[in-house]
């Protein structure tokens, strides 16, 4: 157990719809991270957060967003969705969201858009 | 800009007999550099990490791997392979900068034979 949790473990929705992904960091880090794994795309970087602020950005589409809370959880909403973004949702976190700073990864959320 | 390549897609051992899945890095410097670990239907976990201090890097479970900058290496290796160490593996680089972006391999699926 990394002592990164994700929620919901799995999400069944229709195009066109919206979700909201949850993710609680390791108690003592401040840095959160997003990712996406499919299987055409393998594993993808999305967006870092450090202490409520974005940090850095990936590949992310402008239908997606993510914030981080003063309470450090942070939280990834999807929109207007798509079949090609059923994917694995991984959140991430570490101490201070440095080149090289160990992140420990949550179970995932399974997104399955039908 | 920083980039990892594993060579294998898939690699098929019997068990007892030594394990080698092999990465290559591309960066201008001297990188850091990961291995994780994805179980099917489970989330990623970290193996062994480098980041410039001993070539050679012991991880967790019996892994290993050098770092070889004349080579742009850093090949992951066991012994002894366990029917348990059947997994994705994923050689992983972060991005220089002010950032904990991960760049990942494409990874490669470890299969053991009894």
Redo the contacts between chains.
């Keep these: 157990d990394?002592g990164?949790t994700q929620t919901p473990k799995h999400l069944i929705t229709a195009t066109g719809q919206r979700v909201t992904l949850r993710c609680s960091p390791r108690s003592g880090d401040l840095?959160v991270?997003w990712?996406q794994q499919s299987l055409d795309q393998?594993?993808?970087?999305l967006i870092?957060y450090y202490n409520g602020e974005e940090?850095?950005k990936?590949n992310i589409l402008e239908r997606f967003s993510a914030q981080q809370f003063p309470d450090l959880h942070s939280e990834l909403n999807l929109s207007s969705l798509e079949l090609g973004d059923s994917a694995l949702y991984?959140c991430?976190s570490?101490v201070d969201?440095?080149?090289?700073?160990?992140?420990?990864?949550?179970?995932?959320t399974r997104l399955t858009v039908l | 800009a920083q980039s990892v390549t594993q060579l294998d897609s898939h690699v098929s051992v019997s068990e007892g007999t030594p394990v080698l899945l092999r990465c290559n890095y591309s960066s201008s410097y001297s990188p850091?550099l990961?291995w994780?670990v994805q179980h099917p239907n489970?989330?990623?976990?970290?193996l062994l990490?480098y980041?410039s201090a001993a070539t050679l890097v012991k991880g967790i479970n019996g892994f290993e791997a050098e770092f070889k900058k004349s080579e742009t290496s850093f090949h992951l290796t066991k012994p002894s392979a366990h029917m348990s160490d059947a997994a994705e593996y994923?050689c992983v680089v972060?991005?220089?900068?002010?950032?904990?972006?991960?760049?990942?391999g494409?990874?490669t699926t470890l299969q053991v034979k009894p």
């Design positions: 990394s990164v840095s991270y990712y393998g594993l993808q970087f870092q940090r850095a990936g991984f991430a570490s969201g440095g080149e090289g700073d160990t992140q420990y990864f949550g179970p995932g | 850091s990961f994780y489970k989330g990623l976990q970290l990490k980041t994923f972060s991005i220089s900068g002010n950032t904990g972006k991960l760049i990942f494409q990874g």
